[in-house]
């Protein structure tokens, strides 16, 4: 069974900056678009960022210009490097693959605090 371990979260200050991982054990990890969501408290789970098994990236509205998604295909894993953090970045965060089709099950995720 494919398991997702995200780690790197923390309690950061505004204005802070945080670097998230994500290990994927799947065999077929470099074909996969691969994503990052998020979830805060009372919300729904949200699309924060993609990257194709070529590199190319999309960001949400929300984070442009502050998080940088990338992946490395030879260790299986995805980043998120976020800068700029904001209380409204607080959430868990999750990767997956992009699609429905090509999604595992969830794992644990990782918690992102924002605040002073």
């Known amino acids: 069974q494919v398991q997702l371990v995200e780690s790197g979260g923390g309690l950061v200050q505004p204005g802070g900056s945080l670097s998230l991982s994500c290990a994927v054990s799947?065999?077929?990890?470099?074909?996969?678009?691969m994503a990052w969501f998020r979830q805060a408290p009372g919300k729904e789970r949200e699309l924060v960022a993609t990257?194709?098994?070529?590199?190319?990236?999309y960001y949400a509205d929300s984070v442009k210009g502050r998080f940088t998604i990338s992946r490395d295909n030879a260790k299986k894993t995805v980043y998120l490097q976020m800068n700029s953090l904001t209380p409204d970045d607080t959430a868990v965060y999750y990767c997956?693959?992009?699609?429905?089709?090509?999604?595992?099950?969830w794992g644990q995720g990782t918690q992102v605090t924002v605040s002073s």
């Open positions: 997956n693959g992009r699609y429905q089709t090509q999604r595992w099950t």
């Open positions: 799947a065999t077929n990890f470099n074909t996969v678009a």
């Open positions: 990257i194709t098994s070529g590199g190319s990236t």
